[in-house]
């Protein structure tokens, strides 16, 4: 790729007011030059407030007026409403070698004097550019197992802007060089808005080592049978049916050696790439195969055949396409079996016994084990439990915090012992908004960071899981094989699915 030309804005054509000028002198400046400002408490990197990217700062005595009240609050810049994008570099080794296998030198736009850059942590740089004309340019972001290697940022996003004070470093985070040393922001360059526009087709190019990690990752997975004999059907189909023939057969379109994603969007740019027997797509979330922890979904030519058909598993595509190419199938040889079993069911069951003995008090004292518990004498490790109680009595603030202690290993409510562990948390109960600010206000009276940086909780919000299922099941497994939680909450059961819940059978299945 190009460079392109670098065309620099009429904005920060005047020096600010001098380094030792207050914050609201710096407020009210950047507000003068059309950057709409975002207020963020002392000493963090994000807002805590809701509708913050409705509301931002744009009057320069607004802005003036607030950080005169809040003279230690940090401020922070909303990207899309000030006509800026920004190239946030979270690991500069890694983004300079991904970024070089797209034909981006980061180095050179490193060494750009033309090109303001942020910076509140020596290890990690932020630069800003102008955001081109009738482009939308939302969030893209690389990941290398779950680290983030660098970020491209627009919209809703905001960038926080000097002299705020850097969470971590503490200090003053600074520009290198002044917008208005630079002669102003630049438009962002070509090639950087070449990665944007086509980010699904050259992400992949990119992170070469995370689809090779997700295709490792695919094959040690535990198979989906655990019958040997199922295993080898498995095998028998991959060998006699490829996953080039089916994706053509599916009429997905193929350019070079990648393909249309059979799932996404077919009428973009290719993202899906056969490697062997197994299918890697460039998107998150594919409805069939594995979702390695790189964001990659990987599968195979059943997983394809359970997509076109509709079959709510796995298993059942393989039957299917057994009985197409004329695969033997355990059900099959099994049929057979029980035609030969008949005298033996006739005759020698009536033969069979079963012995039972009671073991005394004392050997069941002695052999019985320990009960493990994950929180002390309130949640057995493997065990399920359930928080009852009315509607709006705190059951979702309780099992919050329970997620914090094991999350941490500290007490749970400052009393009970807690291992240390993974937490998933599936809540199909409260809004996202609702769930942020419970989940603040608990971080903050336990002292940590606001921004759940230092919290090993994930979530998923808001999925419309449905454990009734198979299709959301299986999803869920892929989810638990891939994070290991120690601790699943799930807020609430009667939204996770369509059973009876007075129907004791109809509870036995779903638990």
């Known amino acids: 790729m190009n460079s392109g030309a670098v065309v620099q804005t009429n904005a920060f054509s005047q020096a600010p007011p001098g380094q030792a000028s207050s914050r609201a002198d710096q407020a009210r400046y950047y507000t003068m030059q059309g950057l709409c400002l975002v207020k963020i408490p002392p000493g963090q990197k994000k807002p805590l407030t809701t509708g913050w990217q409705r509301n931002p700062i744009r009057k320069p005595t607004d802005a003036a007026r607030h950080w005169s009240d809040h003279p230690n609050d940090n401020m922070g810049v909303l990207l899309g409403a000030s006509g800026l994008v920004s190239l946030d570099v979270d690991d500069l080794d890694e983004a300079r070698a991904c970024l070089g296998r797209v034909g981006i030198d980061l180095d050179r736009l490193l060494a750009d004097p033309a090109i303001p850059k942020i910076q509140g942590n020596p290890k990690k740089v932020r630069l800003l550019f102008q955001a081109p004309a009738g482009d939308k340019l939302t ?23 000097p002299p705020s004070v850097h969470p971590e470093t503490k200090q003053p985070y600074r520009w290198v060089p002044n917008p208005w040393e630079a002669g102003g922001i630049p438009v962002l360059p070509a090639q950087l808005l070449t990665l944007w526009r086509g980010w699904d087709e050259l992400r992949p190019e990119m992170a070469t080592e995370q689809i090779q990690a997700a295709l490792r990752e695919y094959q040690r997975r535990s198979p989906a049978s655990s019958d040997a004999e199922w295993d080898a059907v498995r095998t028998e189909i991959r060998g006699r049916l490829s996953v080039d023939k089916k994706l053509r057969e599916m009429g997905v379109r193929q350019t070079g050696q990648k393909f249309s994603c059979p799932f996404h969007l077919p009428d ?38 359970q997509y076109q058909l509709g079959f ?10 057994a009985r197409k ?26 033969e069979r016994s079963i012995e039972l003995q ?7 004292i002695e052999d019985a084990p320990e009960v493990d518990y994950l929180v002390e004498h309130i949640l057995p490790s493997g065990g399920a439990s359930l928080v009852a109680g009315e509607s709006g009595i705190g059951k979702t603030w309780v099992t919050l915090d329970l997620a914090i202690s094991v999350a941490l290993g500290r007490p749970w409510l400052a009393h009970f012992p807690a291992k240390q562990g993974n937490v998933l948390v599936i809540d199909e109960e409260n809004a996202k908004p609702l769930l942020r600010k419970r989940l603040q206000k608990l971080l903050k009276a336990a002292q940590l960071d606001v921004d759940g940086s230092t919290l090993g909780v994930r ?10 299922d198979p299709v959301f099941v299986s999803a869920v497994e892929r989810v638990l094989a891939a994070s290991s939680p120690d601790l699943v909450i799930i807020d ?4 996770i699915h369509t059973g009876n819940e007075n129907d004791a059978g109809d509870m036995a299945k779903l638990f």
């Open 139 to 161: 969030r893209k972001a690389l990941r290398n197992d779950d680290v983030s290697v660098f970020e491209l940022r627009g919209g809703s996003c905001q960038d926080v802007l």
């Open 325 to 350: 190419l004329g695969v033997a199938t355990p059900e099959q040889t099994e049929k057979t079996a029980e035609r030969c079993s008949d005298t033996y069911s006739n005759t020698e069951t009536s």
């Open 358 to 364: 009671p073991e005394t008090a004392a050997q069941l």
């Open 268 to 305: 973009k740019n290719p993202s899906f790439w056969v490697h062997e027997d197994i299918w890697v797509c460039a998107h998150s979330g594919a409805p069939v195969g594995y979702e390695a922890p790189s964001g990659y979904s990987v599968g195979d030519v059943i997983d394809l055949h």
């Open 492 to 495: 609430s059961l009667v939204r």
């Open 459 to 468: 979530f998923l919000t808001g999925k419309g899981i449905n454990l009734s």
């Open 312 to 321: 709510d598993s796995p298993g059942k595509a393989a039957a299917d396409l």
